[in-house]
């Protein structure tokens, strides 16, 4: 996915004093020598025409910097000075404080700089802070509205061809044949997969949209969802012709379902309801300010995926809805790899645990576990 940089960024320079070409330099924390950037296209219009440099004040180090290629060789996404975000008003201490308690984050409305761009190398790119001093040189050219519109549609549409790379969506040749029959474990397999690299990006396009007035047109073209954008378009001609949604019993909501749409008369499968159970009793007994890649991260955050994974897989619902034996199968499959990984993350925290009680009560998470992923295997078993 993208590569966010701008917590490395010790200084840069943009440069868009040549029409419909933008270079740059960006010096990172713990590297000698600077990225250098290539790019077709223009800033928007508070930068075409400038040279913009910016500096960060309290640099941190990039793990993976030295993946990212010297020659950052491509084409220009949005580049602005001015793009508005809501920015926190407290510190990460305190931000992370009002996370754990649940309370509202005080924030304001600042300028934000927001620098992207899709290399040949490393694809998308992103520098996006508003704690950066920054020093803008006077227009070379100007930019018109037009002009700037014609840019930014440039960019989503960027953003859409690197979208549809992610993704990697099968062939619809093939989706049409599949849907004849019924797929097995390894189709489901595939296509479960393909869904995973929809949700994570997805949540790339959320966060650079979410505070987009057209957020949802822009999420929908640059998804690729152009059956959504017809859908939009219709509902607003619509509000503009006064259509009346309550008259339209179509649009009926039904007292039996919950604000997701699904209907709430189901019984929880015995083995989901008990995996549900274990991840709560986690949650309950290891620390909650506990970051990834930590022993209580990752147990905490596989059993969620399990008892989260159970519960569409086993789904008894009143509608008289059952999934197939192939996804339910490689459903089943994932979740034993993530009771793995959990076993292994409550051995740990088991082996560094000091009060006889804690560890006494890992060990019969660890115990509960292992009689749920008994109980996946014999479903397994029994579906094949």
């Known amino acids: 996915m993208a590569w966010r940089i701008e917590d490395a960024v010790v200084q840069g320079e943009i440069d868009n004093t040549v029409e419909g070409h933008t270079t740059g330099h960006i010096w990172l924390l713990d590297r000698d020598e600077p990225l250098i950037l290539s790019l077709n296209g223009d800033c928007w219009r508070d930068l075409a025409g400038t040279r913009l440099q910016f500096e960060n004040p309290a640099p941190k180090a990039l793990p993976d910097s030295e993946s990212l290629d010297m020659d950052q060789l491509g084409i220009i996404g949005d580049m602005t000075a001015s793009l508005r975000r809501r920015v926190p008003t407290v510190d990460e201490e305190e931000l992370q404080d009002l996370f754990d308690l649940k309370q509202e984050i005080p924030f304001e409305w600042r300028n934000t700089l927001y620098l992207e761009w899709f290399s040949e190398i490393n694809g998308r790119v992103v520098i996006e802070s508003a704690n950066f001093a920054l020093t803008i040189s006077p227009h070379e050219w100007e930019m018109d509205e037009d002009a700037e519109n014609a840019q930014k549609l440039a960019n989503m549409n960027s953003m859409r061809d690197f979208m549809a790379q992610v993704i990697g969506r099968s062939e619809s040749q093939g989706a049409d044949q599949n849907a004849a029959t019924e797929l097995d474990e390894y189709a489901w397999e595939e296509r479960l997969k393909e869904s995973d690299r929809l949700t994570e990006a997805y949540q790339e396009v959320l966060e650079k949209y979410v505070e987009d007035v057209d957020c949802e047109q822009k999420e929908a073209f640059v998804m690729g969802w152009d059956g959504l954008l017809d859908a939009l378009a219709d509902q607003d001609e619509a509000d503009e012709e006064g259509f009346d949604y309550e008259s339209d019993e179509s649009l ?37 300010d506990a970051g990834p890649g930590t022993p209580a991260y990752q147990l905490v955050n596989n059993l969620l995926q399990v008892s989260g994974k159970l519960a569409g897989a086993l789904y008894e619902g009143s509608d008289g809805y059952e999934p197939e034996t192939g996804f339910v199968l490689a459903i089943l499959k994932r979740c034993l790899n993530w009771l793995n990984e959990a076993v292994g993350a409550c051995q740990l925290l088991i082996e560094l645990e000091r009060d006889p009680e804690r560890q006494a009560a890992l060990e019969q998470l660890r115990s509960s576990a292992f009689e749920i992923r008994d109980g996946i295997v014999e479903m397994r078993r029994e579906l094949k």
Request: charge should be negative; hydrophobic fraction near 30%.
């Open 252 to 288: 009926e909501y039904d007292e039996d379902e919950d604000e997701d749409g699904f209907s709430s008369k189901r019984d929880d499968h015995p083995l989901q309801a008990k995996a549900q159970e274990l991840a709560m009793r986690a949650m309950d007994l290891v620390e909650r």
